[in-house]
């Protein structure tokens, strides 16, 4: 579903990605892990579509085609989901009128008639029951005083509503409490299916006791030094990335 | 340097006399009053930002055609009297008598409505002695007039439907259009009132508007005023509130259209009690100039006033927002919140905007705040990242910025006008390359 070889990426004129490989097959569940710094959010805004970051070399195909030359919007269209680490607060745009005008655009690109008010609030109740937030949620301003953790389910009720081929949740568990987590990880379990991927970036291995990846990379100064299974996760758990011959966070920043 | 000019005396000549002795005579005053009234220049302090874009010239000091007929106005769902060039056209109007309701053109007036209209206009805030160093180019019309409305509502008179009052401009050749509503509502009674001012045609016109609002104690008026006029057209329209005990005011404004607009709108809250809401929204683009200037007087303690306007400026266009407060020794317990947002849509857009507020009581309430700024990088950037195309994107992050403004608009047919000006806007602003 989604290849990705030797990508170099930078942002104004940082170099961040140094020629990463990854390949994803339908149905997978991978997980990406590995300091701060090391490239795993330029790696997600890249494969969204940000602007602000430059690919400067390598290549990217998903289902065949070349995801580097779609735009953002495309993209999105063609089943790329990014659940954002930070989701932004719009104030004064409805969360059920953006998502509406989304879906509905979404639909338009497939040949498939909008969806009516009535039934598009029906989908929307079930989908926000599904991440436990309150209905009343949809008539706010997007993310608008949510708190962290009701952003990050409001992202996850997005990716239900939205059913992408390939969802990528950027620390999606970060700032959650554990009941958080377990609502969270429901709800990314709801969208494992046989022709959907899942790439999830996080710093902690306590996600993946809820979401058992498929596979584990680490990630180091713009490349993946090391893939494996589950078993990596907690390795990495109880030894650091020391042994990896990788700098530490603390490392990393100072 | 240039030396300032001053109006041409040919700005000062009315074409017609048909109206009553006290209106004739007033008008005659005011010209004599006005006979040489300077232009404003850059260093004319209300007219700093616009006096560059005022184009008069002597082929627009003749007036419209006084005869000119309605075109085609569209069904509104309220009453409506139609104006074309300042003149009322009773044909195209249609309103019902109502008890207690008085709907009169100024030249049919008798002689005790007559003297009223000429006490409403001489009192009239436009027409106070401007501040040294200021120009009011409105004062204009209360030397041109030909015609206009005298709407009177009886205490306690309540109008079940929005009055609309079209103006239309015909711009088929150059000159100029003086349109004069006054409006006494009397105590307890109730009116919504919406200005449409429209044109056709493509000479280069000045329309300059008069509106004169006298609200009695517990009186409670809407004003609603609606600008689509097309490219050629200046307008300068002045605004006029008096309030009474316990009065409430509300305006909302909505501008598209001309290629400068002026609007002076003040208000003066005299009884206690007495509260104003000032609603604005103005879209520019091209080269369009707007300048929204009010004034809010408390006058008397314990009253209410809110103002909050919205300015888009797209391509080279340019917005001017000049707020100011003033709160007199005696209007103690005021109360007065001003806010001005403004959002940049290119490079080459300009805003000025300008709060001013002059208190002399010591136990008041008074905010004001103003902002700049432009659509966020991040938020089109989330919103395109769910599938929305840049352009359907960037209107839901304008729309949010003033869709409070618009949904307050008490009459649908005009939130429904502005929804359609609003989209146009859009198409022009947000063209995808």
């Known amino acids: 579903m989604l290849s990705i070889k030797n990508l170099h990426a930078c942002v104004e004129d940082k170099q961040i990605l140094n020629g990463l490989n990854l390949e994803i097959k339908a149905g997978e569940v991978h997980a990406i892990m590995g300091p701060n710094g090391s490239g795993k959010s330029t790696l997600s805004q890249v494969l969204a579509g940000n602007e602000a970051f430059d690919v400067t070399s390598g290549e990217v195909t998903f289902n065949g085609d070349n995801l580097l030359d779609l735009a953002t919007e495309e993209r999105a269209r063609e089943g790329i989901f990014l659940a954002f680490q930070y989701p932004v607060e719009i104030p004064g745009v409805s969360n059920l009128q953006f998502l509406r005008t989304s879906v509905n655009a979404m639909r338009k690109h497939h040949g498939v008639e909008d969806m009516n008010a009535a039934e598009f609030m029906k989908l929307a109740k079930e989908v926000s029951k599904q991440v436990d937030l309150d209905p009343s949620f949809l008539k706010r301003g997007v993310n608008e005083g949510f708190s962290g953790g009701e952003k990050k389910r409001n992202e996850v009720m997005q990716a239900l509503l939205l059913q992408p081929k390939l969802a990528i949740l950027d620390e999606t568990d970060s700032g959650l409490d554990i009941d958080a987590l377990k609502v969270v990880a429901d709800g990314v379990n709801a969208l494992r299916a046989p022709d959907r991927a899942i790439l999830m970036i996080t710093h902690y291995q306590r996600l993946l006791d809820y979401i058992v990846p498929d596979y584990v990379h680490v990630l180091s100064e713009g490349k993946i030094i090391k893939s494996g299974g589950p078993e990596l996760a907690l390795e990495l758990e109880a030894k650091g990335y020391g042994w990896l011959g990788v700098k530490d966070d603390v490392a990393a920043n100072h | ?433």
């Open chain 2, 1 to 433: 340097m240039k030396p300032v000019s001053t109006l041409s005396s040919a700005f000062l000549q009315p074409a017609g006399q048909a109206l009553p002795t006290a209106l004739l005579t007033l008008r005659f005053d005011r010209a004599s009053a006005l006979a040489d009234l300077i232009l404003p220049t850059r260093r004319t302090e209300n007219w700093k930002y616009s006096a560059k874009h005022l184009k008069l010239t002597d082929d627009m000091a003749s007036a419209l055609p006084l005869n000119a007929s309605a075109e085609a106005v569209a069904d509104n769902s309220g009453y409506t009297v139609v104006l074309v060039n300042g003149i009322v056209r009773p044909e195209s109007s249609n309103y019902p008598m109502l008890d207690g309701l008085s709907i009169q053109r100024f030249r049919d007036l008798g002689e005790d409505d007559a003297n009223l209209a000429a006490d409403l206009l001489s009192k009239s805030i436009s027409d106070q002695p401007a501040k040294s160093g200021s120009v009011n180019l409105s004062q204009l019309n209360g030397a041109r007039f030909e015609d206009g409305l005298l709407i009177q509502l009886k205490p306690g008179t309540v109008l079940d439907q929005p009055l609309f009052v079209i103006h239309h401009t015909t711009a088929s050749h150059s000159g100029s259009a003086y349109p004069c509503i006054l409006i006494a509502a009397g105590s307890n009674s109730q009116l919504t009132l919406v200005e449409d001012y429209l044109s056709s045609g493509d000479c280069p016109v000045m329309v300059n508007t008069t509106t004169e609002f006298s609200l009695d104690d517990g009186a409670n008026v809407t004003s609603i005023r609606l600008n689509t006029e097309g490219q050629t057209v200046q307008h300068m329209g002045t605004t006029g509130v008096r309030q009474q005990r316990s009065s409430r005011f509300q305006s909302h404004s909505v501008g598209f259209g001309g290629i400068l607009r002026r609007h002076d709108l003040h208000a003066r809250l005299e009884g206690e009690g007495a509260e104003c809401k000032l609603n604005g929204v103005v879209v520019t683009q091209g080269t369009q100039h707007y300048d929204n200037h009010t004034t809010i007087e408390h006058v008397a303690a314990n009253c209410n006033s809110e103002e909050t306007y919205r300015n888009i400026v797209a391509d080279k266009s340019h917005a001017v927002f000049n707020g100011r407060i003033h709160i007199h020794q005696d209007a103690q317990k005021s109360n007065a919140n001003m806010s001005n947002k403004n959002l940049l849509l290119t490079s080459g857009a300009e805003i000025d905007t300008k709060p001013e507020l002059e208190i002399y009581a010591d136990d008041v309430k008074c905010a004001h705040g103003a902002t700049i700024g432009q659509l966020d990088k991040e938020s089109i950037f989330y919103l395109v990242s769910r599938g929305l195309s840049p352009r359907d994107a960037k209107v839901l992050l304008t729309m949010a910025f003033i869709n409070e403004l618009v949904d307050q608009i008490p009459v649908e047919q005009v939130r429904d006008t502005a929804h359609i000006g609003l989209n146009q806007f859009f198409d022009q602003a947000f063209q995808e390359v």
